[in-house]
């Protein structure tokens, strides 16, 4: 079964501090991992990660797989309020269709 | 360029009702997967539909089922209702000629309440 451990499950840290979201994983047939960021409904999309060790990177936003050991992680620097929100990892596992795994997601509250 | 869309944005319904849930994918997008997300989660898989068949499936009773339409749009339909089938439920839209591992575009989602 796939499994997906998103931590810490909350965070609350003030404004410009730099944050790290951590994601592991194990799925069958990996073909990619997804981050979204979710603030009131619609999940909205970050990054899709394919290849181990190759940052993607996204304004104050970036973030890396690794295959190997099965993790990414989502760094934002110099946080705002605008950062408050769930932010959710998921994995691909394609093989001709892609229901998504997600992870229980990070709660990020940043503080004036 | 219209984005995900769904229908209606709330609902409320009783105990053992049946609801009808409906979604259009972002232009240009053919394949359209439905989640479920309860208050505290995050999003579970349902199915996902690609040329008017459910291609892939969740761990997700029969009471759950779907339709795609020629147009692309998606219907998802939940019988008997329970009380723990009250949740945000999202659609997503992605294209499908891949094979899998595109990005999924979510919706706004409709927030059902099931008393």
């Known amino acids: 079964e796939d499994k997906v451990v998103q931590s810490p499950l909350s965070l609350v840290v003030h404004e410009g501090d730099t944050v790290t979201l951590n994601c592991s994983y194990e799925?069958?047939?990996?073909?990619?991992l997804l981050w979204y960021k979710q603030e009131k409904k619609a999940p909205t999309f970050l990054f899709m990660l394919?290849?181990?060790?190759i940052e993607k990177k996204s304004g104050r936003l970036s973030s890396i797989l690794d295959k190997k050991e099965l993790f990414s992680i989502l760094n934002i620097t110099a946080t705002q309020t605008g950062d408050s929100a769930v932010y959710l990892c998921?994995?691909?596992?394609?093989?001709?269709?892609?229901?998504?795994?997600f992870g229980k997601g990070t709660h990020l509250i940043i503080q004036p | 360029d219209a984005g995900v869309t769904q229908s209606p944005t709330h609902l409320i319904k009783t105990r053992g009702q049946q609801v009808t849930l409906r979604c259009s994918p972002k232009?240009?997008?053919?394949?359209v997967s439905w989640y479920q997300q309860a208050l505290g989660q995050g999003p579970q898989f349902i199915f996902q539909y690609y040329e008017e068949e459910e291609r892939q499936r969740g761990n997700f009773p029969d009471r759950f089922s779907g339709h795609q339409f020629p147009n692309y749009s998606s219907e998802l339909n939940v019988n008997a209702l329970l009380l723990g089938d009250s949740a945000l439920y999202l659609c997503?839209?992605?294209?499908?000629?891949?094979?899998?591992?595109?990005?999924?575009?979510f919706g706004p989602g409709t927030r059902l309440l099931v008393l």
């Open positions: 799925v069958t047939n990996f073909r990619s």
């Open positions: 394919t290849s181990s060790g």
């Open positions: 232009s240009g997008h053919d394949t």
């Open positions: 998921a994995p691909n596992s394609g093989g001709g269709a892609d229901g998504l795994t």
């Open positions: 997503a839209s992605s294209s499908g000629l891949a094979g899998g591992g595109e990005t999924q575009y």
